[in-house]
């Protein structure tokens, strides 16, 4: 009784120390990030038949824009539509200011925002702190990035309408890394200068490499990891890199730690000289794990692939309402890792855990299996720090099923089937006799 005892009084100071952190993650004041943001990037889809890299266009935006109002992705909160390195001309000769690709977005940037906002849709961009962005995505000459015009570009993305920038690292600068803390705090100092004319959601790529748990004052959300590609061992790096992340830096209203890009279904391919909408690089025990995992954890949610044609898992995943209503509820801080579960597999079984109640009453808990097989798995109650006389209802948060409860004693839950390798087993449990809330 005294290891549960001291498991519960650790996770009663778990969620008193998070919610403390609560204001100091938004200090960037523009009055946005209030919760994580959902929504699509054009970064996994295919926008030509040749699937090309960082190619996109008009016609393929507005398309993924009316397949996510109809299939319902907006009204559960996915309201950006993103544009990653794929969108930009080259600067006015005149003015220095950044222009369109008008040959992808014939009717222009301005002409698209507005169109997207009257379907209650918000629209997101991207630049690079260096002379030049990431990649020229199949066009004739070098993609301009932003250094040298932070305050002019943040100032013209707000004139356009834009309410997202992703700011990335790349270009010339992308080896001066002694201009890193600079750059980033320049950058956010551009965004808040804009804020009066339109309030811009800031991601930023490298923030967190150079200012640590100083980078919510630059940011509302940041990557703290190598990018997020379809494979499962990229999907493992990132959780391992979410590990890592300080304490200060867990996530709350105006600034959230971002695991990159969620490539559930899988991405966009060509195939014979046509695109095919999904290529999967992991199971769909993966997408799912993926997706649970990110949303448990309240890193931003944004799906990079094609959304217009649903595979079952993207289904089950992006439209589950009861995963993304409590991804967007801020009563509690973002979930962590809390056990371990000994695999035969060394270090292959974690449990990972958020409490939806502030006297850890009820739980989001994900039993995990990174190994390369099946493992049985169980959750100890200690874990949770409850006492083993406690009963628990259980709820099946994938399936939307409820299962058998656990009685007074048992002090433990087992799943009935072995968790399969990449997979989970996400449940929320909530404590016998209590009421729940959320």
């Known amino acids: 009784t005294g290891c549960v005892a001291a498991a519960a009084a650790a996770t009663l100071l778990f969620v008193a120390a998070a919610a403390g952190v609560l204001d100091a993650a938004s200090a960037l004041d523009n009055g946005l990030g209030r919760t994580p943001p959902l929504g699509w990037n054009t970064w996994q889809t295919c926008g030509d ?13 507005k398309s993924v824009a009316e397949a ?28 220095g200011a950044m222009t369109w690709d008008t040959d992808r977005f014939p009717s222009g940037i301005p002409a698209l925002t507005a169109w997207l906002h009257e379907r209650g849709l918000l629209f997101g961009l991207y630049t690079s702190a260096g002379n030049e962005t ?5 066009r004739p000459y070098a993609v301009p990035g932003s250094r ?19 700011f990335d690292w790349c270009g010339d600068i992308k080896k ?4 890193g803390a600079a750059a980033h705090r320049e950058w956010a100092a551009a965004v808040l200068a804009a804020n009066a004319t339109r309030p811009m959601f800031a991601e930023v790529v490298a923030g967190y490499f150079f200012l640590w748990d100083e980078v919510a004052s630059v940011a509302n959300s940041w990557r703290f990891c190598e990018d997020h590609h379809d494979a499962w061992s990229s999907s493992a790096t990132q959780i391992i890199c979410r590990l890592d992340q300080g304490k200060n830096l867990t996530g709350a209203p105006g600034g959230w730690p971002y695991m990159d890009f969620l490539h559930t279904g899988g991405m966009g391919c060509s195939k014979g000289g046509a695109s095919v909408a999904h290529c999967p690089g992991q199971s769909d025990a993966a997408y799912a794990t993926t997706f649970a995992l990110w949303s448990l954890l309240q890193s931003p949610l944004i799906v990079d692939t094609d959304v217009r044609n649903m595979t079952a898992v993207m289904r089950q995943a992006i439209l589950n309402k009861e995963l993304i209503d409590m991804h967007q509820s801020t009563a509690t801080p973002p979930g962590r890792q809390i056990g371990s579960w000994p ?3 060394l270090l292959a079984c974690s449990v990972w855990g958020r409490p939806l109640a502030l006297d850890g009453s009820r739980w989001l808990v994900m039993l995990v299996n990174s190994g390369s097989k099946s493992h049985k798995m169980t959750l100890q109650w200690s874990d949770l720090g409850w006492p083993s006389s406690a009963g628990a209802s259980v709820r099946d948060v994938w399936a939307h099923a409820d299962l058998p409860a656990v009685p007074a004693g048992q002090g433990a839950w087992t799943p009935a089937a072995d968790v399969p390798s990449h997979g989970a087993a996400i449940i929320t449990l909530t404590k016998a006799t209590h009421t729940p809330v959320y």
């Open 134 to 138: 990431c990649s020229s995505g199949g």
């Open 176 to 179: 001066e890394w002694g201009e």
């Open 148 to 166: 040298g015009h932070y305050a002019q570009d943040a100032a013209t993305f707000a004139a356009w309408g834009v309410d997202y920038v992703k």
């Open 49 to 61: 038949a040749s699937c090309g890299h960082d190619v996109c266009n008009e016609a393929e935006v």
């Open 68 to 95: 996510m109002v109809a299939n319902g992705m907006r009204d559960l909160g996915y309201v950006y539509v993103n544009l990653d390195d794929c969108w930009a001309g080259q600067r006015d000769n005149a003015t």
């Open 343 to 345: 695999c035969s597999e």
